[in-house]
């Protein structure tokens, strides 16, 4: 199975924390829009209590998720029109 979408999601969420970790990101909005766990956590808890590298796990870890999920779902599309 290919794993073209868990490393470019995985990648492209390293880069999103470290743009925000480097302090680019002034009033945390690229943050925001790109990390799943923003979208989430705020029901639950405010997000300025959370540790900030503990959000950047969690993003990077969503992303990968959110990858291998694509990942598995096109092996399974592939391998579904492969036999017919």
Known sequence: MSRKFTVLLTIFSIALC???AMG???DHIVL???SIPAWILPVFVDLEQINAYFFYFLTIASWFG???GL???AAKYRNRSTTR
């Open 71 to 73: 990942d598995y779902l």
């Open 24 to 26: 680019l990101d002034h």
């Open 18 to 20: 470290l743009y925000h």
């Open 66 to 68: 959110v990858g291998w």
């Open 32 to 34: 925001y829009l790109f």
